[in-house]
């Protein structure tokens, strides 16, 4: 029905409209019923206060009843119906659970024609979807092993509707997930990876990555089932939605524990994440980002691995590249958690210019709060470990107070131990810079200039002090020349 005819003639005789239809679902002409409940459920379908019609107009009862009666064509547009009331809200889809049609989709899902069984799968999902409660009455009517059976079908789009239903039971929960494993779901769609149909392998890939976010014992159970390496050849997809539900599947299972980071980088797959975010942009570069972060968060090791891969690269042009202030964000939280271990991790950091860009998104009022917190830990979290002075001298004119204090931190750590160092940090103006900073008595920074000046002879301080110059003139100014 042409939604511009419904918007016309729906609101003012709902009610009407709707007993109409009812009645027409009972008529003797099984095209006429069939006719009906295709009309209902593009009407459902369409907004939520139709839907809720439906429901009100005691619809539904009549529906499920006749779903287990009848013929195939009413059988699709009766699931069709459910599908269409259910997909709004959580409480439409209780109304649906109440009437109990869960029961009479679950038998539709053993129907012969493959046709009924993506309908009912369909109405399933979208019930499924809301929450864990609502899922958990879909597990209980026994719907998971008939999905996991679907999902070895030989038509596609059931394949993809099936894979897609187990997706939405596991996400809400550690033991809903376990519900889909259990039936043996992990191995049938561990297969299907390398299937040519992308809409099926992002559905497989998603099914894969709910249940492996929850915790060690699925994520564990998902990699038993050797999706490495196969996976990571979905990284290389054509399409977008393969290559980013493939990041997110290594994500999920890269973020339990360095066991499994550790197993992750063995296969490869931080090369090819990494590959894969320099071959696409915006949030499909997203979980990719994170995986990265995660691995780098659990070891020194495993930060090295991300460093060794060219990761640091790639994530420093994501930091200056990507508009969307939530990519740079979590660029920047990756880039923090890869320099937090060593002066080695943070000069591998430091060394692809990250630091000042990672200072003006702090310093921006443009930027979200999100980014600036982010931001701000991950400059800390790297010049904590940083000793490469030359990634750290640019700070001492630019960083705020708070910034400022790691910065001259740093210096103070680096230059009792390095000549060179010392040396240069004068002809470049750092030493200079640091007598012009004003510190609160007894101040950790005050301690870190203290620190600092103690490593050069006390005229050369003085020189470098602020009104050292004026006060040279003073002298000029009050010496009496001894006259010959």
């Given at each position: 029905?042409?939604?511009?005819?419904?918007?016309?003639?729906?609101p003012n005789g709902q009610a009407g409209v709707m007993s109409l239809l009812r009645t027409?679902?009972?008529?003797?002409?099984?095209?006429?019923?069939?006719?009906?409940?295709?009309?209902?459920?593009?009407?459902?379908?369409?907004?939520?206060?139709?839907?809720?019609?439906?429901?009100?107009?005691?619809?539904?009862?009549?529906?499920?009843?006749?779903?287990?009666?009848?013929?195939?064509?009413?059988?699709?547009?009766?699931?069709?119906?459910?599908?269409?009331?259910?997909?709004?809200?959580?409480?439409?889809?209780?109304?649906?659970?109440?009437?109990?049609?869960?029961?009479?989709?679950?038998?539709?899902?053993?129907?012969?024609?493959?046709?009924?069984?993506?309908?009912?799968?369909?109405?399933?999902?979208?019930?499924?979807?809301?929450?864990?409660?609502?899922?958990?009455?879909?597990?209980?009517?026994?719907?998971?092993?008939?999905?996991?059976l679907c999902i070895q079908e030989p038509e596609i789009a059931l394949k993809r509707i099936?894979?897609?239903?187990?997706?939405?039971?596991?996400?809400?929960?550690?033991?809903?997930?376990?519900?889909?494993?259990?039936?043996?779901?992990?191995?049938?769609?561990?297969?299907?990876?390398?299937?040519?149909?992308?809409?099926?392998?992002?559905?497989?890939?998603?099914?894969?990555?709910?249940?492996?976010?929850?915790?060690?014992?699925?994520?564990?159970?998902?990699?038993?089932?050797?999706?490495?390496?196969?996976?990571?050849?979905?990284?290389?997809?054509?399409?977008?939605?393969?290559?980013?539900?493939?990041?997110?599947?290594?994500?999920?299972?890269?973020?339990?524990?360095?066991?499994?980071?550790?197993?992750?980088?063995?296969?490869?797959?931080?090369?090819?994440?990494?590959?894969?975010?320099?071959?696409?942009?915006?949030?499909?570069?997203?979980?990719?980002?994170?995986?990265?972060?995660?691995?780098?968060?659990?070891?020194?090791?495993?930060?090295?691995?991300?460093?060794?891969?060219?990761?640091?690269?790639?994530?420093?042009?994501?930091?200056?590249?990507?508009?969307?202030?939530?990519?740079?964000?979590?660029?920047?939280?990756?880039?923090?958690?890869?320099?937090?271990?060593?002066?080695?991790?943070?000069?591998?950091?430091?060394?692809?210019?990250?630091?000042?860009?990672?200072?003006?998104?702090?310093?921006?009022?443009?930027?979200?709060?999100?980014?600036?917190?982010?931001?701000?830990?991950?400059?800390?979290?790297?010049?904590?470990?940083?000793?490469?002075?030359?990634?750290?001298?640019?700070?001492?004119?630019?960083?705020?107070?708070?910034?400022?204090?790691?910065?001259?931190?740093?210096?103070?750590?680096?230059?009792?131990?390095?000549?060179?160092?010392?040396?240069?940090?004068?002809?470049?103006?750092?030493?200079?810079?640091?007598?012009?900073?004003?510190?609160?008595?007894?101040?950790?920074?005050?301690?870190?200039?203290?620190?600092?000046?103690?490593?050069?002879?006390?005229?050369?301080?003085?020189?470098?002090?602020?009104?050292?110059?004026?006060?040279?003139?003073?002298?000029?100014?009050?010496?009496?020349?001894?006259?010959?």
């Amino acid at each position: 029905m042409h939604s511009l005819t419904m918007d016309l003639w729906i609101p003012n005789g709902q009610a009407g409209v709707m007993s109409l239809l009812r009645t027409l679902l009972l008529d003797v002409v099984p095209t006429i019923q069939q006719t009906a409940a295709l009309a209902l459920g593009r009407l459902a379908n369409y907004n939520d206060d139709l839907a809720e019609a439906v429901v009100k107009c005691d619809i539904l009862p009549q529906l499920v009843y006749s779903l287990a009666e009848q013929n195939r064509f009413y059988k699709k547009a009766a699931a069709f119906v459910l599908r269409a009331v259910g997909k709004h809200s959580p409480q439409l889809a209780q109304a649906i659970v109440d009437c109990g049609a869960l029961d009479t989709l679950v038998i539709c899902l053993e129907d012969f024609d493959p046709g009924v069984k993506e309908a009912a799968a369909w109405a399933l999902r979208y019930i499924a979807r809301h929450n864990a409660e609502l899922s958990q009455a879909v597990v209980d009517a026994g719907a998971v092993p008939l999905l996991v059976l679907c999902i070895q079908e030989p038509e596609i789009a059931l394949k993809r509707i099936a894979a897609s239903a187990l997706s939405d039971i596991a996400k809400h929960s550690p033991e809903l997930a376990q519900t889909v494993v259990d039936a043996g779901a992990v191995a049938h769609l561990a297969q299907m990876i390398l299937n040519p149909d992308a809409k099926l392998k992002h559905q497989i890939l998603s099914a894969l990555s709910q249940v492996s976010k929850h915790s060690v014992d699925l994520a564990e159970m998902v990699v038993e089932a050797e999706i490495f390496p196969v996976v990571l050849t979905c990284l290389k997809d054509k399409d977008e939605y393969v290559k980013k539900n493939a990041s997110t599947l290594i994500r999920e299972i890269a973020k339990h524990t360095p066991e499994l980071s550790q197993l992750v980088v063995n296969a490869g797959g931080v090369a090819a994440v990494i590959d894969c975010i320099g071959s696409c942009k915006g949030n499909t570069r997203l979980p990719g980002i994170m995986m990265l972060g995660y691995v780098a968060a659990h070891s020194e090791n495993l930060a090295m691995a991300v460093i060794i891969s060219k990761g640091v690269p790639q994530l420093s042009v994501c930091l200056s590249e990507e508009p969307e202030d939530h990519i740079k964000a979590a660029a920047a939280w990756a880039l923090g958690q890869i320099g937090r271990h060593t002066p080695e991790h943070a000069r591998a950091v430091a060394v692809t210019n990250t630091l000042p860009v990672l200072l003006s998104l702090y310093m921006s009022t443009e930027s979200s709060e999100d980014l600036q917190v982010k931001s701000k830990k991950a400059i800390k979290n790297i010049l904590q470990k940083c000793t490469y002075l030359p990634a750290l001298e640019p700070f001492l004119y630019d960083a705020p107070p708070n910034i400022l204090k790691h910065v001259v931190g740093q210096f103070s750590k680096v230059l009792p131990h390095d000549s060179k160092a010392r040396r240069l940090f004068v002809t470049s103006g750092g030493l200079k810079k640091v007598q012009e900073i004003k510190a609160e008595p007894g101040s950790l920074l005050q301690e870190y200039i203290n620190s600092i000046n103690s490593c050069y002879p006390e005229e050369i301080v003085r020189y470098y002090s602020p009104g050292y110059s004026d006060t040279l003139l003073q002298r000029v100014d009050s010496y009496q020349p001894l006259n010959n």
